[in-house]
């Protein structure tokens, strides 16, 4: 199912164990109130279907996972991000991924969390 690939977004940075080392459970969709840093929040951004006449189509499903922390701190942990999300295909979390690839990063800073990094993903998922 291509809208739940948050399930599968969890289910990929929880099997980091560098990731978790870092974050603890502190994975969250959407939003994380009160929140201790470092803090990972993922969210479905956009979706564009595809159709074809054959009868065969792949969804493109963009996530976008923000990082929060000192600054030095985001940085690494949204490369662990990265390493464990980008190039993944496979099922998880029921959700068939053809495959996934970085579309955009940037970073700033957040009043009431601190520095933040976002990552947004485009995953390209077998329907």
Known sequence: MTLKVGAAVRTLLNASTALVAKVGDRIYPII??????????????????????????????????????????????????????????????????DTVRVSDASEGWDDNSGYVQDITFEFIINK
Not at 45 to 50: C, E, N
Not at 60 to 81: H, K, N, P, Q
């Open 32 to 97: 994380a109130d009160d929140t201790q840093m470092p803090f990972i929040i993922y969210s479905r951004v956009g979706l564009t279907p595809s159709h074809s006449k054959d009868g065969s189509s792949k969804d493109s499903v963009f996530m976008t996972v923000r990082v929060v922390g000192e600054y030095g701190e985001s940085i690494d942990i949204a490369e662990l991000v990265i390493n464990a999300v980008r190039g993944k295909r496979g099922i998880y979390s029921g959700v068939n991924i």
